[in-house]
């Protein structure tokens, strides 16, 4: 009896933030599971509210075959091109979870031919934007690595004894990093110098 073909969904968090790392997730899952994802109600994490997500990550993992979750921290960014980063870490979730299928959601930089290169042959590749808007195991991954990041934000808040937000760069959290240097003449745990920004704070 041929065994179900699974379906990987992958996306990402923290690409944009200027505080805390990037977290790319990876979920599989058996084709006939798919529309269990929706019946959730799991959708694009950015359409959810915190405790949404947080109640949904626990039944997901419950629902999906299987799941990986890579962090990039802020160091490799501010080291490497991020757009290496992303392929590196996506060539990781899919080694692992070895799926005849892989839908991602577009990503910065990073071109369709980029990831055909890390595939083995006979892999079904999906490359869209706004895949976490269309496809449920993308947006399962996206609440994966959305609920993950939190947690590593959280972390630092209590580790500053100062909660700066989802650390992303609004007014806010620029003010935020301003202020902290002008008083400890240091940035932010995990801030991002790369950022121009921050740079411009520095200098």
Same mark, same amino acid.
């Not at 009896?1 to 073909?5: A, G, I, S, T, V």
């Given at each position: 009896?041929?065994?179900? %073909?699974s379906v990987?969904?992958?996306?990402?968090?923290?690409?944009?933030?200027?505080?805390?790392?990037?977290?790319?997730?990876?979920v #599989?899952?058996?084709n006939? &599971? +798919?529309?269990? @994802?929706?019946?959730?109600?799991?959708?694009?994490?950015? !359409?959810?509210?915190?405790?949404? *997500?947080?109640?949904?990550?626990?039944?997901?993992?419950?629902?999906? %075959?299987?799941?990986?979750?890579?962090?990039i921290?802020?160091?490799?960014?501010?080291?490497?091109?991020?757009?290496? @980063?992303? @392929? %590196?870490?996506?060539?990781? +979730?899919?080694? *692992?979870?070895?799926? &005849?299928?892989?839908?991602?959601?577009?990503?910065?930089?990073?071109?369709?031919?980029?990831?055909?290169?890390?595939? #083995?042959p006979?892999?079904?590749?999906?490359?869209?934007?706004?895949?976490?808007?269309?496809?449920?195991?993308?947006?399962?991954?996206?609440? +994966?690595? #959305?609920?993950?990041?939190?947690?590593?934000?959280? *972390?630092?808040? *209590? !580790?500053?004894? $100062?909660?700066?937000?989802?650390?992303y760069?609004?007014?806010?959290?620029?003010? $935020?990093?301003?202020?902290y240097?002008? &008083?400890?003449?240091?940035?932010?745990?995990?801030?991002?110098r790369?950022?121009?920004g921050?740079?411009?704070? @520095?200098?």
């Open positions: 009896m041929m065994m179900e %073909e990987v969904g992958i996306d990402e968090a923290g690409r944009g933030a200027v505080i805390g790392p990037m977290i790319v997730a990876g #599989k899952i058996r006939h &599971k +798919i529309d269990l @994802l929706s019946k959730l109600g799991v959708r694009d994490s950015k !359409k959810l509210t915190p405790h949404k *997500r947080e109640e949904l990550y626990p039944e997901i993992i419950e629902l999906v %075959e299987d799941y990986c979750i890579e962090e921290s802020f160091h490799d960014i501010d080291r490497r091109n991020l757009t290496e @980063l992303e @392929l %590196e870490r996506i060539a990781k +979730i899919v080694n *692992r979870l070895n799926p &005849k299928k892989v839908i991602v959601d577009s990503l910065g930089n990073l071109k369709r031919e980029n990831l055909i290169k890390i595939l #083995k006979g892999i079904v590749l999906i490359y869209e934007k706004k895949a976490d808007d269309t496809y449920p195991p993308c947006q399962a991954a996206s609440i +994966i690595a #959305k609920v993950t990041r939190d947690e590593r934000i959280k *972390r630092l808040h *209590r !580790k500053m004894g $100062f909660n700066f937000g989802k650390g760069p609004n007014k806010g959290t620029m003010r $935020f990093i301003e202020s240097f002008e &008083k400890e003449n240091i940035l932010p745990l995990q801030t991002r790369r950022w121009k921050v740079r411009k704070i @520095l200098s």
